[in-house]
């Protein structure tokens, strides 16, 4: 049996991805999830694919998967699944992109504070992240879970786990300020009740939850913000998009970018094996149909995209197990000295 954690990236309606991800990963009966980290769209996935191990293993991790994102717009429709086919998501996405709906929403998102709304906001992830079953997301069997999201007065991580982990963590991993108010929960380490926001811009997901003793060497990254564009973003569309990216990429890059530094000192011999954790880094992603999305299919579900995601999903697992399969627990498979070299 190959023991893996997995870290489960944010990027909102992009995280259907990860979806596909996990649905192939459920297939592999010799690999067993350990624990996961998850921001945002990762702390959904990462939810319901405990819960669902905990209710009925496998099966019902990728029942649990299913029905989270029916319900955020999905089809499970085979006729409509055979007509996408033929659909090039990038094209949809452009469309959206410049649609003129999604321009003069875009707009009133900046102009216009969430807490204007006053009796009328609501949150709509509420109805969908309410129908987890938290006794089985917060219970002591299956992989251990962890979520971020960050303090807006501090602007420090934080991580819930555990029986910390409720509806509002899952709203504050997942909150867009100028979407969304931020989310209040009591922090027992204060003393107060903090205000949280999504938590891409400390953690996208944090990794070092994942560093303790008793859990796998292995980190599989499961990316859906792409980490390079070719092309310099010239439309305020496309530059909107890729600060977005760059921003929720950061404190990742900086955990791997410390991961890569204390390997070297280990190599080195300047650190003792056993000193510092051993971490094999693995990454599963599909760049150039990221590259081909925009912000707009991040924050506007839309049936055509999510299907395409999670077939992509699908088979970049594929691939990641098919080359790497034989790797886990022996090496990293992202050369992080290239990465920051």
């Known amino acids: 049996m190959k023991r893996i954690n997995l870290a489960l990236q944010g990027g909102g309606a992009h995280g259907a ?24 769209a990762g702390a959904l996935n990462g939810a319901a694919f405990k819960s669902g191990m905990v209710r009925a293993g496998r099966k019902g991790a990728r029942e649990n998967l299913n029905q989270l ?6 089809s499970d429709d085979p006729q409509m699944a055979a007509w996408m086919q033929g659909v090039d998501p990038g094209q949809v996405a452009r ?14 998102s900046r102009m216009v504070s969430p807490y204007a709304y006053g009796p009328f906001y609501q949150n709509p992830l509420t109805s969908v992240v309410d129908q987890f079953d938290f006794d089985h997301v917060c ?25 910390e982990v409720s509806t509002d963590a899952i709203l504050a991993s997942a909150c867009l300020p100028s979407l969304f108010k931020a989310v209040e929960i009591f922090d027992p380490d204060s003393g107060r009740t903090e205000a ?4 891409g811009y400390t953690g996208n997901p944090a990794l070092y939850p994942l560093f303790e003793d008793h859990l796998p060497d292995d980190v599989v990254i499961v990316n859906i913000n792409p980490l390079e564009r070719d092309e310099v973003p010239k439309t305020p569309q496309q530059i909107q998009n890729r600060i977005n990216e760059i921003s929720f990429n950061s404190s990742l890059l900086r955990e791997l970018r410390a991961i890569s530094f204390v390997q070297r000192l280990l190599r080195e011999g300047k650190l003792k094996a056993g000193e510092m954790s051993r971490v094999l880094v693995h990454m599963i992603a599909d760049d150039a149909l990221m590259n081909s999305l925009s912000v707009a299919t991040k924050t506007v579900p839309n049936p055509i995209i999510l299907n395409s995601l999670k077939q992509a999903g699908q088979l970049a697992a594929d691939r990641f197990l098919h080359h790497h399969k034989a790797d886990l627990g022996d090496r990293s498979t992202v050369d992080l000295p290239d990465m920051f070299g």
């Open 69 to 74: 994102w029916s319900r955020m717009g999905a």
């Open 95 to 108: 469309a959206m992109e410049y649609s003129v709906p999604y321009t003069l929403a875009d707009a009133w």
């Open 139 to 163: 219970a002591t069997q299956g992989p251990q879970l962890f979520i971020c999201a960050t303090c807006v007065r501090s602007g420090k991580i934080r991580i819930f786990t555990r029986d």
């Open 17 to 40: 991805f990860t979806w596909g991800v996990l649905d192939r990963l459920l297939d592999e009966d010799d690999i067993e999830v350990a624990a996961i980290t998850g921001t945002s």
């Open 196 to 199: 949280y926001w999504d938590g």
